[in-house]
């Protein structure tokens, strides 16, 4: 006699409804059709248990129950992500015109006049050296006259070599090199400044964009408002 429903059930308890084990979807009108092809050759001399059909009837709705309750959770799911992804963009937007801290040591140059680079240093330094590469590695610019109290600090770079030449756009990174009063190397915060002048959206969010690149909110330290004059009467 042919396996009874119970038995195909009991080998598929590592099932997730709607999805199949071999590559096929096996859904609850699958299992109704196994169902009724059972009842339709079952033998004649030995039917079918009245139980256990019964008990089947109750394994078929429970699989329906589960297969709606997960397509239900699916839909929740997806709607809070919307919703989510909704007011994300709508506050992202808001912060158009601030300027911004962020991290990194790569510089995107597409243009622009010139960047700001910064620091901030735990302690006194006796020399700050600032080296500014290009894609492929080499030095192009070192700035030998950077600040050396402890602090936050600002320098501009504008985009040429230590020629005074124009560089061409493309890719950059800079690195920071400071040594203490008593000369050895220091740990310190660096990062880039610049004015969020629009926001791109993606599959993957909101990106900031900044100096014609864009950045994930996470890159960003710290935003400050440009008509913040930083003091009490500001």
Do not use: C
């Amino acid at each position: 006699m042919l396996n009874d429903v119970s038995s195909l059930l009991n080998t598929t308890q590592t099932y997730t409804p709607g999805t199949a084990q071999g590559g096929s979807e096996l859904g609850k009108d699958d299992f109704l059709k196994l169902m009724i092809e059972q009842l339709k050759n079952q033998d004649p001399m030995d039917p079918l248990d009245g139980s256990a059909y019964a008990a089947q009837l109750a394994q078929f709705s429970s699989l329906e129950q589960l297969t709606n309750l997960n397509d239900s959770v699916t839909q929740s799911i997806n709607a809070n992500y919307m919703l989510t992804q909704s007011i994300n963009n709508t506050m992202t937007a808001g912060l158009i015109g601030n300027n911004a801290k962020i991290s990194g040591s790569d510089i995107t140059y597409t243009g622009q006049d010139q960047i700001q680079l910064g620091y901030e240093l735990p302690a006194d330094a006796s020399s700050v050296k600032v080296n500014i590469y290009n894609e492929a590695g080499a030095l192009v610019r070192t700035i030998d006259d950077a600040e050396t109290s402890a602090g936050d600090h600002k320098l501009s770079w504008d985009f040429t070599d230590n020629d005074g030449n124009n560089l061409s756009q493309g890719n950059y990174t800079f690195e920071i090199n400071a040594k203490s009063t008593s000369g050895e190397e220091m740990t310190f915060t660096s990062y880039k400044y610049g004015t969020i002048d629009g926001i791109k959206f993606s599959e993957n969010g909101a990106l900031l964009m900044i100096g014609g690149t864009a950045y994930m909110p996470s890159d960003i330290l710290e935003l400050i408002n440009p008509n913040y004059s930083g003091d009490n009467n500001g």
